[in-house]
C-alpha cells in the first residue's frame, strides 16, 4: 500500500476532525461534511505533504476516498515518488 492513503486519514482526522470511523473507502468530501473551503484546503495539505499538484474540483466531483486515493496514486507514480 502506498503512503497515499495513511495520509488521507491522518489528515482528514487531524485537521479536519472527521470521525475515524467514518473514513471508509465509499465515502465523499460531501458525506463527511467537507464544504468547499475544506475541500481546498485538504487540497493544499495534500500538495504540501506528498508533492503531488490536485485542485479542489477533481476532489469535490462527487468522488470516493477509494477514487481519490487512486488518482493521488496514479499523480504520485507520475511524479515519480
Not at 503512503?3 to 485537521?15: A, F, G, M, S
Not at 485538504?42 to 486515493?69: P, R, W, Y
Amino acid at each position: 500500500m502506498s503512503e497515499i492513503h495513511p495520509r488521507i486519514n491522518e489528515v482528514l482526522t487531524e485537521t479536519f476532525k472527521v470521525p475515524a470511523a467514518e473514513i471508509v473507502p465509499g465515502a465523499t468530501m460531501d458525506s463527511l461534511e467537507m464544504d468547499s473551503l475544506a475541500v481546498a484546503e485538504f487540497a493544499v495539505i495534500i500538495k504540501e505533504t506528498l508533492g503531488i499538484e490536485t485542485d479542489s474540483d477533481t476532489l469535490l466531483k462527487g468522488a470516493t476516498l477509494a477514487e481519490i486515493t487512486a488518482f493521488l496514486d496514479d499523480a504520485a507514480v507520475s511524479v515519480g515518488r
